[in-house]
């Protein structure tokens, strides 16, 4: 059973860069495609972007000036960088792989998310 | 961006109703329609993808309709663990989006 954790740290100051780590247990990074979705009361569920383990990535436009997203295959990790953050920026943060059925594509499993404050 | 917008935002219903919850999207996105159910504290659990298709271990309860701009999640007989926040989610093109959410609430 594949689970995946998210960690990093809980409060950033504004301006500075948010890190985090999603590890992935129970199965290889390989061959799928690997999420980051944030959600905050103010916006809902926001998709931040994906990247597969060959490093291939796809980001959210709203986003894509201030975001990165790596991995890491041998450690079953990928990350994400958030830059320039504010406190818009503040959510809780979930990792997900997606996965897919006939080209239909889904996030079918789910980190248990953590949440970030940006404040000084 | 392909918008998506849920109707209700919140509905109050007993155990053993039957709730039907809307999903409406800007543009056609065929049936590249996911629904997820989010409890509190919790990250969202996927009910059914491809608009129809229930996802293994999720219970018959649960269905899914809809092509093109809308769609239906219906949850016969209600469970009191189904009190939750439910969000559809396109999977159409990037950026993926999803609805605002409906909350599911005890009357």
């Known amino acids: 059973q594949v689970q995946l954790q998210e960690s990093g740290p809980g409060l950033v100051k504004p301006s500075e860069t948010l890190s985090l780590t999603c590890n992935v247990s129970?199965?290889?990074?390989?061959?799928?495609?690997w999420s980051w979705i944030r959600q905050s009361p103010g916006k809902g569920l926001e998709w931040i972007g994906y990247i597969y383990n060959t490093g291939t990535t796809n980001y959210n436009p709203s986003l894509q000036s201030r975001v990165t997203i790596s991995v890491d295959t041998p450690k079953n990790q990928f990350f994400l960088i958030l830059s320039s953050v504010t406190a818009a920026d503040t959510a809780m943060y979930f990792c997900?792989?997606?996965?897919?059925?006939?080209?239909?594509?889904?996030?079918?499993?789910w980190g248990k998310g953590t949440t970030v404050t940006v404040s000084s | 961006d392909i918008q998506m917008t849920q109707s209700p935002s919140s509905l109050s219903a007993s155990v053993g109703d039957r709730v039907t919850i809307t999903c409406r999207a800007s543009?056609?996105?065929?049936?590249?329609l996911n629904w997820y159910q989010q409890k509190p504290g919790k990250a969202p659990n996927l009910l059914i993808y491809?608009?129809?298709t229930l996802q293994s271990g999720v219970p018959s309860r649960f269905s899914g309709s809809g092509s093109g701009t809308d769609f239906t999640l219906t949850i016969n007989c209600l469970q009191p663990e189904d009190f939750a926040t439910y969000y559809c989610q396109q999977s159409y093109n990037t950026p993926l989006t999803f609805g605002g959410g409906t909350k599911v609430e005890i009357k």
């Open positions: 997900a792989r997606r996965d897919y059925r006939s080209y239909y594509y889904y996030m079918d499993v």
């Open positions: 129970g199965g290889s990074i390989s061959s799928y495609y």
């Open positions: 491809a608009a129809s």
């Open positions: 543009q056609s996105i065929s049936s590249y």
